[in-house]
């Protein structure tokens, strides 16, 4: 660990769940290395499957905090790193494929992305997939109430029409499918 009065020599760096693509559900967090010992750091949860971004949020953390209390608490079930430029690619891709479907990023996603400012996609290379087997796959989550889930299937009719996509839906009332 640096010693508190060291600034980090890091710029900004970016991570992703490790299983972001085998189960289309995961974390993206870019992080921002300020002089002053302070982290900027954007968190967002993705669902390359259907919603884009899901959830974000925006926080200020000490370096001395970063990686026990902030990126284990994110990164639970592992993490990898990816480049900045990739990240934000990924993150900017996943909520053009949501707005195609009619589907809108979560309303923190615009305070969260204050950290995407300065990072090029343009010097990103890879190539990102959305959906599942060519298709809008929708995993009504704990949080989805039966009306929210009604919604997204209903605009997922109007857009892709009907089984043009998948979807799970939670047995009786949400509360299961991706509970700890």
Do not use: W
Request: negative net charge; contains cysteine; glycine residues 10%.
């Amino acid at each position: 660990m640096q010693p508190l009065n060291e600034p980090s020599k890091r710029a900004t760096e970016a991570f992703i769940s490790e299983s972001l693509f085998d189960s289309g559900m995961g974390y993206a967090a870019i992080s921002r290395f300020k002089s002053d010992g302070r982290v900027e750091a954007g968190v967002f949860l993705l669902d390359i499957y259907c919603l884009g971004v899901k959830d974000a949020f925006f926080t200020q953390i000490h370096q001395s905090e970063y990686e026990e209390r902030f990126l284990a608490k994110v990164f639970r079930d592992g993490r990898q790193a990816i480049t900045p430029p990739c990240a934000r690619k990924l993150i900017e891709d996943a909520v053009a494929y949501a707005r195609a479907l009619g589907l809108a990023a979560h309303p923190d996603y615009k305070k969260a992305a204050r950290v995407l400012g300065g990072i090029s996609v343009e010097d990103c290379p890879r190539t990102f997939t959305f959906g599942k087997d060519g298709k809008p796959f929708y995993i009504q989550g704990p949080n989805d109430s039966a009306a929210k889930a009604q919604l997204i299937l209903n605009l997922l009719r109007a857009k892709c029409g009907e089984g043009n996509f998948d979807f799970l839906m939670v047995a009786g009332e949400p509360g299961g499918f991706f509970d700890e």
